[in-house]
């Protein structure tokens, strides 16, 4: 079992044909992600070679999944254009779509969020600006690499891409069932909520880790719903904690003001829903360890 990705995903890439696009297309390619075309209405009908696996190039999502049948898409496209790739991908109910792409404007970001909730919530988006997800063994949808763990039974979700990483090496003779990383723009798709309730519907998920930052209340939002909703132990890790108040935080776009949207505050909100918090992601993989008896 996995979240949101499997082995039978059959996965095509917005902006396969760009630099970014061709170099992570081949790297998935690699991790055995199932990647059935690409996207580029101005290269439509030609064919790129990854190393022996000729992958075709459709006008559009919609085209790519009648030929190919196509559940995932993948976005490599760059900021101007990407509002419009992923209401495309919307408009063609690809059940999934994951927007790897920095630096996407938030109004755009509000925009396609807001058209696919009005259509009904049939494309689950993830990020934009976030690495993507995993299913070790299995597909790789995005840029977290694909060698640095194997499969297990800890649930990842991670709004930092750098953390996502350094907590799958750290705990990676343990394993992952899935490890998403959300991103951590003012608006995205999936949330620490949804991963939260998706791995705890997983039976192959015995222990779920949850990486936040400063900023925003997404993660007393996460809390209230854990102690809710969540019987599976949950460990986390809050970015931050050095971070002065009243600062913007430019990676995260993130403003702290008041208690609310602190590391600290945080922090607390999680510990008062039985969450295990560490001060560094090291000290919360090892509360990952004890937990698991490893």
Not at 159 to 172: D, I
Not at 182 to 206: E, N, R, S
Not at 261 to 268: D, H, M
């Amino acid at each position: 079992m996995a979240i949101f990705l499997t082995k039978d995903s059959k996965v095509i890439v917005q902006g396969m044909t760009g630099a970014t696009g061709m170099k992570h297309t081949k790297l998935m390619l690699g991790d055995g992600t199932n990647i059935v075309g690409g996207v580029n209405p101005r290269k439509a009908g030609t064919e790129v070679d990854f190393d022996g696996t000729s992958v075709p190039v459709f006008g559009s999502v919609k085209e790519a999944m009648e030929k190919t049948g196509a559940n995932v898409s993948v976005l490599f496209v760059p900021p101007a254009f990407a509002k419009a790739a992923v209401v495309e991908a919307i408009d063609a109910e690809i059940p999934l779509a994951v927007v790897i792409t920095e630096g996407i404007a938030v109004h755009d970001s509000a925009a396609f969020w807001a058209y696919a909730k009005a259509k009904g919530n049939k494309t689950r988006i993830i990020g934009p600006n976030c690495p993507g997800l995993i299913t070790p063994g299995q597909s790789n949808a995005g840029i977290i690499p694909g060698d640095i763990t194997k499969p297990g039974r800890i649930g990842l979700v991670s709004k930092s891409g750098t953390l996502t990483y350094q907590m799958m090496y750290e705990l990676r003779d343990i394993g992952f069932s899935s490890a998403v990383g959300i991103g951590g723009d003012p608006v995205i798709g999936t949330t620490h909520i949804d991963a939260l309730k998706a791995f705890q519907d997983d039976p192959d998920t015995d222990l779920i880790v949850m990486i936040g930052e400063i900023g925003g209340d997404a993660e007393e939002r996460a809390a209230d719903f854990i102690k809710a909703n969540v019987t599976k132990p949950v460990v986390g890790y809050v970015a931050g904690f050095t971070a002065p108040e009243g600062k913007t935080m430019g990676h995260a776009g993130a403003i702290v003001s008041g208690s609310s949207g602190t590391a600290q505050a945080k922090k607390e909100a999680l510990e008062a829903a039985g969450v295990k918090v560490g001060k560094t992601p090291s000290e919360t993989a090892l509360l990952a360890r004890e937990i698991l008896g490893g």
